[in-house]
């Protein structure tokens, strides 16, 4: 009698520990039809265009006295070939662990969102026909996550209001190209003795209360293994619900020392919902200092370049299923000034002063 007692009393506590903390899976499958215009013209199955593909563990842990363990595991997929979107990162998209309270904020360490990064996805979007991506603006695409980043959250001292710091001893892998698309001088600050390359820090500030939205994110990065080229984004919005449609503003600048331009965005989005479960919405952006060269997104055009704008229109058109399910259509157009070369999605960039255009129809599912 005594032997059952134990092993019931045993059995509780470790039901109790395991009541305490939990491990979610969870994903995202988006795939799409897609006719792409570059330097050719593109037709093909795609993935990731109104969400990334993605699979997920997160989980939290009680540890007593309102303080909690964190992590979360994410790693891309893509939907049209089963591939991880990232060779050699298993978990490419999050892989972080933490700590928070109510009362001390939250504190990551590991491979996360950068600051700026979360703010752009979070109001205006950071797939392949968004502006932010199309406009390779580092903030949708050089820095869009960092590795061996230290993210604080403060606690919520004003309602609606959120604060947040950054660092990060080394952005990106030793393999990454600098800022003006050449060979890094030697590896990141994590795995060269002496290098700067790579080290970052970054803060955050974003207001939601009723139908207003404002916030700004900062981050400065390290771009060579001397320290001394730095490239710098500013990213600032603000957003207000009408409740017939949800008008968005926003200005992005991308700059590095040295002799190079800066990028300015400038852009606008309003989304409409037109009908019950149905929502499209329309933006427009324009780019100066678009950079011509086509190398990739760490490329910025020399200082004074003469007609290096262009212009982007976006349109969105989502219908939701359910909560989880919602099919999509979606359609970029860029104009190109004759200096600059700007692109929809992964398709080769055309000719400078040419224009691309992409129309996607999909299908996306949480889980």
């Given at each position: 009698m005594k032997k059952t007692v134990l092993a019931l009393a045993a059995i509780a506590a470790s039901s109790a520990a395991f009541a305490q903390s939990s491990v979610t899976l969870y994903g995202v499958v988006d795939a799409s039809f897609e006719s792409i215009k570059g330097d050719k013209s593109y037709t093909r199955?795609?993935?990731?265009?109104?969400n990334t593909t993605r699979v997920g563990f997160k989980g939290t842990e009680d540890l007593g006295g309102g303080l909690k363990a964190n992590f979360n595991l994410e790693a891309a997929v893509k939907s049209d070939t089963g591939a991880f979107g990232d060779t050699g990162r298993a978990f490419n998209r999050a892989a972080w662990v933490?700590?928070?309270?109510?009362?001390?904020?939250?504190?990551r360490i590991g491979r996360q969102d950068s600051l700026i990064g979360g703010l752009v996805a979070g109001t205006i979007g950071a797939q392949g026909y968004d502006e932010s991506v199309v406009a390779q603006t580092l903030a949708g695409v050089a820095y869009r996550r960092l590795?061996?980043?230290?993210?604080?959250?403060?606690?919520?001292?004003?309602?609606?209001?959120?604060l947040s710091?950054?660092?990060?001893?080394?952005?990106?892998?030793?393999?990454?190209?600098?800022?003006?698309?050449?060979?890094?001088?030697?590896?990141?600050?994590?795995?060269?003795?002496?290098?700067?390359?790579?080290?970052?820090?970054?803060?955050?500030a974003n207001f939601v209360q009723?139908?207003?939205?404002?916030?700004?994110?900062?981050?400065?990065?390290?771009?060579?293994?001397?320290?001394?080229?730095?490239?710098?984004?500013?990213?600032?919005?603000?957003?207000?619900?009408?409740g017939l449609a949800k008008l968005t503003a926003y200005f992005d600048q991308d700059k590095q020392d040295g002799a190079?331009?800066?990028?300015?965005?400038?852009?606008?989005?309003?989304?409409?919902?037109?009908?019950?479960?149905?929502?499209v919405t329309a933006g427009y952006a324009a780019v100066k200092g678009a950079d011509a060269s086509g190398v990739g997104s760490y490329t910025f055009n020399a200082q004074n370049t003469a007609k290096d704008s262009s212009k982007v229109a976006t349109l969105v058109a989502q219908y939701s299923l359910s909560k989880r399910t919602a099919v999509y259509s979606r359609f970029t157009e860029v104009w190109n000034d004759d200096n600059a070369g700007l692109k929809v999605s992964d398709v080769n960039a055309p000719a400078n002063g040419k224009g691309s255009r992409g129309l996607a129809v999909g299908i996306s599912h949480a889980f």
């Open positions: 199955v795609s993935s990731d265009n109104l933490g700590v928070s309270s109510v009362d001390a904020g939250e504190l590795d061996n980043a230290l993210t604080y959250s403060a606690p919520a001292f004003v309602p609606g209001l959120s710091a950054q660092y990060s001893t080394a952005a990106n892998p030793s393999s990454t190209t600098s800022a003006n698309g050449a060979a890094p001088a030697g590896g990141n600050a994590e795995s060269t003795k002496g290098s700067k390359q790579g080290r970052s820090f970054g803060f955050a009723g139908p207003i939205g404002a916030g700004l994110a900062y981050i400065s990065a390290n771009a060579t293994a001397d320290g001394k080229t730095d490239q710098t984004g500013l990213y600032v919005y603000g957003s207000y619900d009408f190079f331009d800066k990028r300015k965005v400038y852009g606008a989005k309003v989304a409409v919902p037109v009908a019950t479960n149905f929502v």
